[in-house]
């Protein structure tokens, strides 16, 4: 079994920053990808970045140029750095890893608003 915890999150102002981290710990043979999804009321659960094994990362167009995801493979975690924050970044943000299977962190909260 793999397990994530998720650590951040929390209420920020516009144009503001936030950083949330997920830690992967169990039976982790291979990460191929981890990412951030973020889900809002009544709306389908949405890619918000990933970064894959060798490096590559891809990202929503909203937060293009705002959130950078990282990766420690060392630590098998992740970060997402949102910078320049939005009313319309406010969601449940939950982490993904892929491994034999994908796997999800019980999310976390964000909410932006002053």
């Known amino acids: 079994q793999v397990q994530l915890v998720e650590s951040g999150g929390g209420l920020g102002q516009p144009g503001g920053s936030l950083r949330l981290s997920c830690a992967a710990s169990g039976s982790i043979s291979r990460i191929n990808a981890m990412g951030w999804y973020r889900q809002t009321p009544g709306k389908q659960r949405e890619l918000v970045a990933v970064?894959?094994?060798?490096?590559?990362?891809n990202y929503a167009d909203s937060v293009k140029g705002r959130f950078t995801i990282s990766r420690d493979n060392a630590k098998n975690t992740v970060h997402l750095q949102m910078n320049s924050l939005k009313p319309d970044d406010t969601g449940v943000y939950y982490c993904y890893v892929s491994i034999t299977r994908g796997y999800w962190g019980q999310g976390t909260q964000v909410t932006v608003s002053s």
């Open positions: 970064i894959i094994s060798g490096g590559s990362t």
